[in-house]
């Protein structure tokens, strides 16, 4: 799978560019602040519907106009389509081959592993950031987990509502209601949880070894509810009790306490906590192990490799990283790296275009594949 063309109309800083990328490695460099993660943002926004950067979509329409226009073309085998995102100051449109979708059918389309500084926080953030960081990868290897994502999250909301009234007003409490939403959440969150479980134990075996020298990468998924791979029926009837056992507390709190809301990946380097002990370094090491292990099981589930997108790329990498970094990328996938320093132009191996960017605007380097 590749993005052979992008176009972007006064997107962020950017009035309209059109750009032929590379089927191997691109690389946009030029001073902080000119553009270079908008570029990114634009790609990203094609694969999953929205930006890395903000939950506001109308954020990313260039200041004083009154709307912006992601454009790109994507090729797989013989194959080819067209996706776009149309964002004004109220609404936000996703087309495929021209026509409006809606967001689980036009995720998909292009599959993207993105490395950015928001992403690093699944190294050093909260359970949150790792929650999502497992969530974005499994959309397109697990049918129906984003539905399953999206059902869940409403109807936790629901039942935290009730909960909320209920601790301002003990004697409102409605425990039929309260049961209610009780069986909304099992369902969908026992099957997050059993999607989760069973892709961890995939990055397990696929974690590369030595790539980054002699640093034991580990993980474990701790669940308030399954330590290991469970039937689906199993977590369910676990999920229910679990429920039970926690409404004098939640109504206490007002909020849900269990559920894969509230799940975390533990990450270890050499027995010790990334996100506690682990150097910057090593955490972005830790995080780029993490995201070779999708590329592999991504490969195997569909044929092919990811999309990789990549800003910044030599924060905080010593060059024996970046170089084992990118060889490992050149070899496999189409790949999109920001960088203010030319010297990854002449680490990488691959066939390298690279682009200038000065202010929004985008101008191809010579020499470039």
Known sequence: MKLTRLHLVQYRNIGELEIFPSADTNLFSGRNGQGKTNLLESIYFLAFGKSFRTANAKDCIRHGRAECLIEGTIEEGSLSRTLQVSVTKTEKKLLLRGKPVPLDEFVGNLHVL??????????????????????????????????????????????????????????RCNETLLGSWDEAIVKPGAKIISNRLRYVRQLKRELPRGLFGPEDLKMHYLSTLAEEEEDLASIEEVFRLRLLQARAKDLRTGYTSVGPHRDDLKLYVDGKSVADFASSGQQRSCMLSLYFAQMEIHRQAHGFYPVFLVDDAEAELDTVRIDAFLNFLSLRTQTFLTSAKDFLLASNPGRTRRFEVQNGNILPVSGGA
């Open 114 to 171: 993105a490395f950015t500084r928001e992403h690093l926080h699944a190294a050093r953030g909260a359970p949150a950031d790792r929650r999502a960081f497992l969530d974005r990868a499994m959309v397109t290897l697990y049918p129906g987990h984003l539905h399953a994502l999206a059902v869940y999250g409403r109807s936790l909301k629901q039942r935290n509502r009730v909960l909320a009234a209920a601790l301002e007003d003990p004697g």
